[in-house]
């Protein structure tokens, strides 16, 4: 029988709504020996987080998140506010004995990664970030091919993540958009997914060297915001964070990488892109087509070679098999409920579920060291974590 983990979010907007969805599939579809109990969610607008409760069937809501990490019958506390706010929430629910499940990037800079990561090891606490994309079906079954061998030798990563949602200079302000609370803007948004991507599938980092850009500089003041929409407040206020990030980056197995992240590209929305060129051949996905990866491989016949696309939806790609039949596509919501799967496994099991605090604090050395090579112009070693 499944044991009950109940579970504490903190955070109720773009985040909240794709992890409570998740809570409410995940034992409808895979076989958990732990069950989410959704006990409490919580926001700092009463009325606005008592609506939100009710919308998706918590059975409770707190208005501060002290209250909430102290409260005994909370099992797991789920961090999705912005990265200004993780460090201090996660250390407190760890020294209350409670797993961490942590929206990325881990925190704003590696100083409180590894305080983060040195107080869920201190009390032995499960602790996992959300690196969604990792749990596409397509993903997973790259690691899978990597690992076989089957395109040799990692020479070459590609990763771009684009999109468009700040093209117009009259789009609101918001927190994303401020240093302070985001810590910084398309380098840490997005690039923060390409990096785990990069080292999920080929390794870690030894160095680093990238630029960033800020194309508008002041937007009108935020007066509502959710997600990606906003509406406009009186006057304009400075944005202090980038809006385009690209860096190249050198691999300690000896590959080579170009990255690029970037909010002002017209026409892309979710542009999560990676190839991987080796020795054998070469692998690439998309999440704007996530349910395939296409693979080239240099051991077909020369008169047969060209990429050939894998439908990573049979029963025998990860995850695929608890959803649908074969070519019944899966979408976004599902890389959640695939990260919450593992995560509650991981505390059925007493094993801690990947990616962890420590994949989230080396993603962030990788982050600071591009900003530090933006500031000398220079390649930056990327810190070490252990």
């Not at 032995?124 to 079906?137: A, L, Q």
């Not at 980092?205 to 915001?225: L, N, W």
């Not at 608890?322 to 991981?346: C, E, I, K, R, T």
């Amino acid at each position: 029988m499944a044991r009950d983990v109940n579970v504490g979010l903190v955070g109720y907007k773009f985040m909240g709504k794709a992890h409570s969805n998740a809570y409410l599939s995940v034992d409808k579809f895979f076989p958990c020996d732990a069950r989410p109990v959704m006990k409490a969610v919580c926001g700092r607008t009463e009325e606005d987080v008592k609506a939100f409760a009710q919308r998706w069937d918590w059975q409770g809501y707190e208005t501060d998140w002290r209250r909430l990490v102290e409260r005994k019958d909370i099992d797991l506390v789920d961090i999705g506010t912005p990265g200004s706010t993780h460090a201090e929430i996660a250390i407190a629910a760890a020294k209350a004995g409670k797993h961490v499940f942590c929206e990325k990037p881990l925190a704003n800079s590696l100083d409180e990664c590894r305080k983060m990561l040195e107080a869920v090891r201190a009390t032995g606490v499960k602790h996992m970030v959300n690196f969604n994309y990792r749990k596409c079906p397509a993903v997973s079954l790259a690691k899978q091919m990597i690992e076989a061998g089957q395109i040799g030798q990692v020479r070459h990563v590609r990763a771009t993540y684009l999109q468009d949602w700040l093209v117009d200079p009259e789009f609101p302000m918001n927190w994303r958009m401020r240093k302070e609370t985001a810590g910084s803007g398309a380098l840490g948004d997005l690039g923060a997914h390409i990096v785990d991507l990069a080292r999920y599938l080929v390794g870690e980092f030894s160095e680093v060297v990238g630029d960033t850009k800020t194309f508008i500089t002041q937007r009108p003041a935020e007066g509502a915001s959710t997600g990606l929409s906003a509406t406009a407040g009186a006057g304009t206020e400075a944005v202090t964070v980038d809006d385009a990030a690209v860096f190249l980056a050198r691999f300690t197995g000896g590959a080579i990488g170009t990255f690029e992240a970037t909010r002002m590209a017209p026409g892309r929305k979710n542009y999560n892109r990676v190839e991987i060129n080796g020795s054998l051949g070469s692998l690439a996905w998309c999440f704007e087509d996530l349910n395939y990866l296409d693979f080239f491989s240099t051991a077909d016949a020369s008169g047969a070679q060209g990429f050939r696309r894998i439908i990573a939806t049979e029963g025998d790609h990860p995850y695929a098999g608890q959803w649908w039949p074969p070519g019944h596509m899966l979408g976004y919501d599902h890389s959640f409920v695939n990260a919450v799967y593992d995560l509650l496994q991981g505390i059925a099991e007493d094993k801690n579920p990947n990616p962890s605090f420590l994949d989230g604090a080396r993603c962030v050395a990788v982050l600071e060291a591009v900003e530090q090579s933006v500031e000398s112009c220079a390649w930056e070693a990327v810190e070490k974590v252990e």
